[in-house]
């Protein structure tokens, strides 16, 4: 979608705990040295004495001491992470195509917001709460050479989810129950069915696409998919 395309409602076409193992070294052993026997003594006049024997004390007994492992401990399992919510005010469609919603106003001359950036999609019309209206997005197909969010709309099927968040966080889901491609100069006289703000509540996708013929009109057609609360 360009940004310099809009769409007039009823008039004019949408613009387009890291475990690191500690080293245990195990004391060294203590060695204890022997006792040797004294020398003979010479007793005069008689038969050499016995030598006196040397009480030698034992060593204290070294109470053994079971060494601790040193083998690291496993690391705690963890539980998967579970998936990080969508921030508020997001769009996501089924292939994974998403964008940051900017809620706009009508243009003049009644024109349907376009976003300034590829990354988002202007959101005009009903609240999400809304019981009745058409809640409206408008992104782009694509945009100096990339591709847009809203690209994949010409490759969706009915029955595809779209998600919404919405600014206070609340997700919602809907269901594609219409895709419908159509020329530039159908739009208006079918604005008031796919946009209008009575009926049913919905949420209602656009951007343009098909032949590129430039000018004014820059492609040839919109793409537009309806989807209905799931």
């Given amino acids: 979608m360009s940004v310099r395309r809009g769409f007039a409602l009823g008039a004019v076409t949408v613009l387009c705990a890291d475990l690191v193992a500690a080293l245990i070294i195990w004391?060294?052993?203590?060695?204890?040295?022997?006792?040797?026997?004294?020398?003979?003594?010479?007793?005069?006049?008689?038969?050499?004495?016995?030598?006196?024997?040397?009480?030698?004390?034992?060593?204290?007994?070294?109470?053994?001491?079971?060494?601790?492992?040193?083998?690291?401990?496993?690391?705690?399992?963890?539980?998967?992470?579970?998936?990080?919510?969508?921030?508020?005010?997001?769009?996501?469609?089924?292939?994974?195509?998403?964008?940051?919603?900017?809620?706009k106003d009508l243009g003049p001359g009644a024109e349907l917001p376009v976003p300034e950036n590829l990354g988002e999609v202007t959101w005009w019309g009903a609240e999400l709460s809304s019981a009745t209206g058409a809640s409206v997005f408008a992104g782009h197909v694509n945009w100096k050479g990339a591709t847009g969010p809203f690209a994949e709309l010409w490759t969706e099927r009915i029955g595809g989810g779209v998600t919404v968040v919405d600014k206070a966080g609340k997700s919602r889901q809907y269901k594609i129950s219409q895709l419908i491609t159509l020329k530039k100069n159908e739009l208006p006289q079918r604005a008031d069915e796919l946009f209008g703000q009575s009926g049913p509540h919905r949420i209602v996708l656009v951007t343009c696409g098909g032949r590129w013929v430039g000018g004014e009109t820059g492609y040839a057609e919109n793409r537009v998919a309806i989807a209905d609360p799931a």
């Fill in 27 to 103: 004391p060294p052993t203590t060695v204890v040295a022997g006792t040797a026997q004294p020398a003979s003594v010479s007793v005069a006049g008689g038969a050499p004495a016995a030598p006196a024997q040397q009480e030698v004390t034992p060593p204290p007994e070294i109470a053994p001491t079971t060494p601790p492992s040193s083998a690291a401990a496993p690391p705690p399992s963890k539980e998967p992470e579970a998936p990080k919510p969508q921030g508020p005010g997001t769009i996501r469609l089924p292939a994974g195509g998403a964008a940051k919603l900017i809620r």
